[in-house]
Nanobody, 121 residues
C-alpha cells in the first residue's frame, strides 16, 4: 500500500502565505513526478504545479511568481510554498505522485485526501 498525506492547509488573509506538505509512505521503489492540484467549489480540478525527480518544475500561469514547488527525495515529500495568496486561490489542494511500487515494480498513481486552503479578502 502507498499513501499520500497532506498537511498545512488552513485559513489565511489575502496577501498571506501558507506552506503545504505531502509525504508519501508505503512500499515505494521510486517516485517520478509529484505535483499539486486544486479544486475550487463548482469547478474542475486543475493543475497547480509539478516537479520531476530531477527537479524540473511546471506551474499554472495563475500561480507563477507566487507559488514554489519543491521536494525532498530522501523523505518522499513534496512541498508547495504559497505566497501573496488571493481569494481565488481558495480550494481543496490535492497532492499527486507517479511512483513505482517496490514489491513488483509496477507503476502507480496516487492522490492524497486533500487539504483545504481558504483565503479571506
Amino acid at each position: 500500500q502507498v499513501h499520500l498525506v497532506e498537511s498545512g492547509g488552513g485559513l489565511v488573509q489575502a496577501g498571506g502565505s501558507l506552506r503545504l506538505s505531502c509525504a508519501a509512505s508505503g512500499s515505494i521503489f521510486s517516485i517520478n513526478a509529484m505535483g499539486w492540484y486544486r479544486q475550487a467549489p463548482g469547478k474542475q480540478r486543475e493543475l497547480v504545479a509539478t516537479i520531476t525527480s530531477g527537479g524540473s518544475t511546471n506551474y499554472a500561469d495563475s500561480v507563477k511568481g507566487r507559488f514554489t514547488i519543491s521536494r525532498d527525495n530522501a523523505k518522499n515529500t513534496v512541498y508547495l510554498q504559497m505566497n501573496s495568496l488571493k481569494p481565488e486561490d481558495t480550494a481543496v489542494y490535492y497532492c499527486n505522485a507517479d511512483l513505482v511500487v517496490a514489491a513488483d515494480r509496477r507503476y502507480l498513481e496516487r492522490w492524497g485526501q486533500g487539504t483545504l486552503v481558504t483565503v479571506s479578502s
